[in-house]
């Protein structure tokens, strides 16, 4: 059975067919061949039971609000403030690229909407300054993917809604991860422009008045990402609750601003429409093959596997770590998630790990296919900002970001406090 999931399921996403039906016809597949009870007789119950959930209304809101933000020139406002507070580091403007990203992280919750924002932003001052577009379009792509680890993150709302683990929990675990690894980006860059100057453009200084003043424009940022999430950890709102009043808030910043328009919104409204729909037929999908594989006795397969090889637990997540790995390279990220957690959550938590830490760990994994070639999302969208130049000047430009993941990998398994420290303190 195994071997039927895993060759089935890149043999059909080899064909272009879209993931939520791979992974409903994964799930009829495991129910005509491996199952002894007519499973498909339960899919009605099973589709409405999963989508008639309060949790997962999360998600489009907070795709909404991340459309708003964009759409509403919020972006361009955030990146020349932090423009004047980061390029006189070595790098420059590639270091407004990390910290911009950052910042649209903490309301978007998706990579490949915030890699687009400072993308569409970010390109044209690229080519006018004489940046080295490897290393300036790698530090978009690679900034894009803190969206689904710093809070809030559709992908942790997903990963708790399929692991029934507390979200606020899995918000806070993901955030000093989210910060050490956006630091981790600023590190390097600085490190490798250091070393190649040549790369890094034109530093620049701007004088105290006019930074001062740039702050005013991250104030409406720093607010909002300050409602959301501070309503939910001190527990006036559910994740869902606070998502609503993030979506009312960013409509108050862009009025404040003049820039709500029925346009403007219309095209928030159609972006939402579609990521929201592509999200839950994933998420479905993946509910169906989940229920299939349970009941066909996959989970128990498994442990006898690795039982059989008697491998230690630190030994077990290295392995899983591998599969994330070589998985991403071929499988789009939401659908890598959903497809191997109902697999793989179960073991990593009989070997005595925590499932929020873990969570996290998969969360870096998740990021760093984000970024690795064929099917890393935000290498293309860059290439799509960038409309010039190969694909493989962005490849090359994230290798570093990927190093820097790849440190973040180690550190949580070495330290698992760095996920495990905020959740303890403040639960």
């Known amino acids: 059975m195994i071997a039927y999931v895993t060759v089935g399921l890149l043999a059909m996403l080899t064909l272009s067919i879209p993931v939520g039906i791979v ?6 597949g495991t129910d005509i061949f491996f199952s002894p009870f007519p499973l498909m007789r339960g899919l009605g119950n099973l589709v409405w039971s999963t989508s008639n959930n309060a949790t997962l209304i999360a998600i489009p809101f907070f795709v909404l ?40 992280s903490a309301t978007s919750g998706s990579s490949v909407a915030t890699a687009a924002t400072v993308a569409t932003v970010a390109m044209p001052q690229a080519e ?39 979200i606020p929990q899995l918000f806070l675990a993901g955030l000093l991860p989210g910060i050490l690894l956006a630091l ?44 959301i999430i501070g309503s939910i950890y001190k527990g006036w709102a559910t ?29 928030s409204v159609v972006g939402t429409v579609k990521i929201t729909s592509m999200i839950m037929l994933v998420v479905i999908g993946a509910s169906f093959l989940n229920f299939t594989l349970a009941s066909a006795g996959l989970g128990a397969e498994l442990s006898a596997f690795l039982d059989g090889l008697g491998l230690s637990p630190l030994m077990t997540i290295l392995v ?12 789009e990220t939401l659908s890598l998630m959903v497809v191997t957690i109902p697999i793989i959550v179960p073991l990593v938590v009989e070997q005595g790990y925590d499932p929020i830490w873990f969570g996290i760990l998969m969360i870096v994994l998740i990021e760093m296919a984000l970024i690795t070639p064929p099917v890393g999302l935000n ?23 990927v190093l820097a993941m790849l440190a973040m990998v180690a550190a949580l398994i070495a330290l698992p406090e760095i996920a495990l420290f905020l959740p303890s303190v403040l639960q």
């Open 128 to 166: 006018k300054l004489g940046y080295d577009p490897r290393l300036f379009s790698g530090a978009i792509a690679a900034g894009g993917t803190l969206g689904i680890m710093i809070p809030p993150s559709i992908n942790l709302i997903v990963y708790g809604f399929l692991t029934q683990t507390s």
């Open 320 to 331: 899983v770590v591998c599969i994330y790995i070589v998985l991403g390279f071929f499988i």
């Open 379 to 401: 290498l293309y969208v860059v290439q799509g900002a960038r409309k010039s130049g190969r694909m493989s000047e962005v490849m090359v430009g994230a290798i570093p970001y």
């Open 239 to 267: 994740p869902t609750e606070a998502a609503a009043v993030g979506v009312a808030g960013a409509l108050v910043i862009a009025a404040t601003f003049s820039r709500v328009t029925l346009s403007m919104l219309a095209e």
């Open 23 to 28: 992974l409903f016809l994964l799930g009829f």
């Open 65 to 104: 609000l991340g459309e708003i933000l964009v759409r509403s020139g919020i972006a361009a406002r955030t990146y020349a403030a932090l423009d004047r507070w980061v390029s006189w580091m070595p790098g420059g403007l590639v270091h407004a690229n990390v910290a911009t990203a950052t910042m649209f």
């Open 184 to 227: 981790g980006f600023l590190l390097i860059t600085a490190i490798i422009c250091t070393i190649r100057p040549d790369l890094g453009g034109q530093r620049r200084v701007f004088p105290w008045p006019e930074m001062l003043r740039a702050l005013l424009q991250l104030i409406p940022i720093v607010l909002l990402f300050t409602i």
